[in-house]
């Protein structure tokens, strides 16, 4: 008896966490990481994870506003210092009508071809970009209803990845546009290149498919984490 009911509530909980992965580029590939957007049917939490960056990457919106992304733990922190608990931490405000906490922007450049058969396909939707530009993937929190595409499209998000609506009633949006961002930061993401290389160097053995995160923060307190990979030696 006590077997079943652990196993009922590992069933419970498995129904319960509801997800949609997305990424840029061929799946076979030159290709982006894989990205995850995932949250509960009895909660409204939200976070974005990454698996090609090893679990280190995971950013949180809770219910009541409070919004973090991860640090890296003491065995994988590098900067000067102890490792904090988080590396970001702000608010939003959970009863506004409208709050764009996070976008991803993948730049087409930073897509890398390596062996990709280990990675299982779940669901994932991977989006196309033109060579030299980027998708930017926004996740936005919204309390209205009714069809928010003319909306979208004319704000420039020409691809909805995920419409989803939280225990609190907000909907969850999941958007793709074109951006060309990455643009006015290449100095920022060639200096953050070279420190993963430095890093990886350190390590011994050369690391593969190197990738890391640059965040940047615009006025109305969005992040925006920019993707960025290793040299491309193919």
Avoid at 31 to 36: A, H, L, N, T, Y
Avoid at 48 to 77: F, N, Q, Y
Avoid at 133 to 156: H, K, P, S, Y
Wanted: hydrophobic share 40%.
């Amino acid at each position: 008896m006590r077997l079943m009911a652990r196993l009922n509530a590992i069933v419970r909980c498995h129904l319960s966490k509801l997800s949609q992965r997305f990424g840029v580029g061929d799946p076979n590939g030159r290709r982006s990481s894989e990205w995850i957007v995932f949250w509960h049917a009895r909660a409204s939490d939200v976070y974005l994870a990454t698996r090609t960056l090893g679990g280190a990457m995971k950013a949180s919106i809770h219910e009541r506003g409070r919004c973090h992304v991860r640090a890296p733990d003491a065995t994988k922190w590098r900067s000067p210092g102890p490792a904090p608990p988080y590396s970001d931490e702000w608010s939003i405000d959970p009863a506004a009508a409208y709050s764009h906490p996070f976008s991803v922007i993948i730049p087409e450049p930073e897509l890398r071809s390596a062996d990709w058969r280990k990675h299982k396909d779940e669901r994932t939707v991977w989006l196309p970009v033109e060579v030299g530009e980027a998708v930017e993937i926004a996740l936005f929190l919204v309390r209205t209803e009714g069809d928010c595409g003319q909306t979208l499209v004319a704000a420039g998000w020409h691809t909805t990845i995920l419409d989803a609506t939280l225990a609190d009633s907000r909907r969850l949006l999941v958007v793709a546009g074109k951006s060309m961002a990455h643009i006015e930061r290449a100095e920022e993401l060639d200096a953050l290149r070279i420190t993963m290389e430095k890093l990886s160097s350190a390590h011994g053995a050369p690391l593969a498919n190197l990738r890391a995160v640059l965040t940047a923060v615009d006025d109305h307190g969005t992040r925006r984490l920019v993707e960025v990979a290793g040299r491309d030696d193919t």
